[in-house]
């Protein structure tokens, strides 16, 4: 290869390129092909078995012929061609072959074969061929065809070697050297011998499965006494304990029962009675005022609870929360303060900390004495022991908010609605009652707290939102009470602040018209609609309609009940 041999030897001189392109080494297709040996050979080689199996050679001549010349030399120099297997796997039974396999019975010149004639030519079926040529074959041809020559096999009788290895079912040095691999040409090898190795395992197999399930059945049978007496043990636990439990939910029922009665009894014979004393024994009998009060009935109701239970404290307590709530509606925290101070200690010491009914007394006890780090600990304990979303749960978290309120921490409450309207709206929905009542408390702490203490100033918009929501729940679920009057009095005060005057005239003007039209409506309530009217004029800059509402005011506070 690099030498004359005779002065008519003919040799390619550098800078040319001689050769039949499809079965070209990449080394030939350098300009300096000084450096070429027998291994190029093997390249070629390759390519023939290449087209044996797949019926084309590795880059298709239509492809080459149809390239620029450096494009065709770039291609055999640095294009991967797809494995013989895979090249099958692209064909369809009507889909022609680039070329034909070498023993084709045609010439080159005629049209090419179609996948089933390549088939049909190695006497076999299109899915066994491309089953067949896959693995070993795949891993021959790819080693022979090799970019780097020193990766490809050293000699002609090496590739030879390799193609017989596969012939008699041995392992090819082409392939992965994997023990399974290695494994399985062996046993297609030594059919015989190992069937009648797996033969004689079985045999010892089936005979030590049989001493070996002698001794587990004796074994099972010895355990299975012993189980039978631990199940009769156990079931004779069963029964005692079930009686315990009997006995302990009876005598639950029994003191729950107890408590109901004896509430029954305080609030129609020492609180009700006082209202409606007709049927009382004379002795008794007290004559009521004329304006009596609920509070002092309560506060009656309070004096005959002193020494009364002593044997039943959860009767009292039931009775001390009752009461200490009732004085909370009536605005009087301080007596509630005291009446749920009680409860809360007998309900600790009965029935622990974390029972439902102690933390429904210490989170109303928080309420009436405004105090947040009490509340944050109801909420600590319910979060514990009832999750997340528990309503109760999420009713500590409003109170602790309303309480942070009224303390002053006005920027930790709005953390703390936004965080309970987040909650309620997950587990009660937009339209529930209580996550629109939080969006209004939110939405007026929003209005009265903005740019005081460093509070950001909130969006009209959202505050505006959340107040018609609101107002929109509360009318739909609730129609007119209390409840709709404060969110619609809130939102007139809002639109008023921001110069939308003629809004909040018509909502106010809706509120006063539904509030006079209703049986027994609070005339306090009007008041404060007539005196934000009479505001909203002299805002708006008509003062005639200010006085007008004034002296309508004036009237009706002077008016007798």
């Known amino acids: 290869t690099a030498q004359r041999l ?24 350098k300009f300096n092909q000084l450096d070429i040996d027998t291994r190029s050979d093997i390249y070629s080689l390759g390519v023939l078995l290449y087209e044996l199996l797949a019926g084309s050679t590795p880059f298709e001549g239509k492809r080459l012929k149809e390239a620029a010349f450096d494009e065709m030399l770039r291609i055999i120099r640095e294009e991967e061609p797809p494995k ?45 061929l491309n089953k ?34 596969h012939l008699h079912d041995e392992p090819v040095e082409a392939g992965p050297p994997s023990t399974a691999y290695r494994f399985r040409k062996f046993a297609k090898r030594n059919k015989a011998a190992l069937v009648a190795a797996s033969v004689v395992a079985a045999v010892l197999f089936l005979g030590l499965t049989g001493t070996t399930w002698q001794a587990i059945r004796a074994t099972h049978a010895e355990q299975l006494t012993q189980v039978q007496r631990d199940r009769a043990l156990e079931a004779e636990m069963l029964a005692k304990g079930e009686s315990e439990r009997a006995s302990q939910e009876a005598a639950r029922a029994k003191n729950e029962a107890a408590i109901s009665q004896a509430v029954n009894d305080f609030l129609s014979q020492d609180l009700l009675e006082q ?9 008794r009998y007290t004559e ?14 309070a004096e005959k609870l002193e020494g009364r239970f002593a044997d039943q404290p959860l009767v009292e307590a039931a009775l001390r929360h009752t009461i200490g709530y009732t004085y909370g509606s009536l605005d009087n925290d301080n007596r509630a ?6 409860a809360v200690e007998l309900r600790e010491a009965h029935l622990g900390e974390a029972h439902p009914d102690t933390l429904m007394s210490m989170n109303d006890l928080a309420r009436a004495k405004s105090d947040p780090e009490l509340s944050a600990r109801v909420l600590e304990i319910r979060r514990r022991v009832l999750g997340n979303d528990h309503p109760d749960t999420l009713n500590s978290m409003f109170d602790l908010a309303m309480v942070t309120g009224e303390k002053g921490e006005t ?47 909130a969006d009209d918009a959202e505050i505006e939102s959340m107040y018609r929501h609101a107002l929109a729940v509360y009318r739909k679920v609730d129609g007119d009470t209390w409840h709709t009057y404060d969110i619609t009095f809130r939102l007139g005060q809002f639109l008023n602040s921001r110069h939308r005057y003629e809004e909040a005239e018509a909502l106010f003007q809706d509120a006063l018209t539904r509030l006079q039209s209703l049986p027994g409506a609070d005339p306090e309530m009007e008041a404060e609609f007539t005196r934000e009217l009479e ?3 002299r805002n708006w800059g008509k003062p005639e309609r200010a006085a007008e509402w004034e002296r309508k005011r004036a009237a009706a506070t002077t008016q007798p009940p």
């Not at 002609?156 to 070697?161: C, E, K, N, P």
């Not at 209202?275 to 002795?283: E, G, L, S, T, W």
């Not at 303060?337 to 009680?342: E, F, G």
């Open 6 to 29: 005779t002065e008519r030897t003919m040799f390619t001189e550098f800078g040319q390129v001689l050769g039949t392109m499809e079965y070209m080494s990449p080394v030939q297709s």
């Open 84 to 128: 013989p297997s895979t090249r099958l796997s692209s064909l369809s039974l009507g889909e022609r072959a680039s070329s034909h396999p070498l023993p084709s019975g045609k010439g080159r010149g005629e049209d090419a074969l179609t996948l089933a004639s390549i088939a049909a030519n190695r006497h076999t079926e299109p899915a066994r």
């Open 132 to 165: 067949d040529v896959r693995g070993e074959l795949d891993w021959i041809v790819m080693k022979a065809l090799e970019k780097d020559r020193n990766r490809r096999y050293e000699t002609a009788s090496g590739f030879a070697a390799d193609i017989e290895r």
């Open 275 to 283: 209202a409606d004393p007709i049927d009382v024994p004379y002795d």
């Open 288 to 301: 009521p005022p004329a304006d009596l009060k609920l509070l002092t009935v309560l506060d009656r109701a």
């Open 337 to 342: 303060a005291l009446h749920l101070q009680r």
């Open 411 to 457: 920027a930790r409450a709005i953390e703390l609605f936004r965080e309970n309207i987040k909650s309620r709206r997950k587990v009660l929905g937009e339209d529930h009652r209580h996550t629109a009542y939080t969006m209004h408390c939110l939405a007026h702490a929003l209005v009265y707290s903005a740019g005081k203490d460093g509070i950001p100033v």
């Open 535 to 537: 505001a909203l004029y």
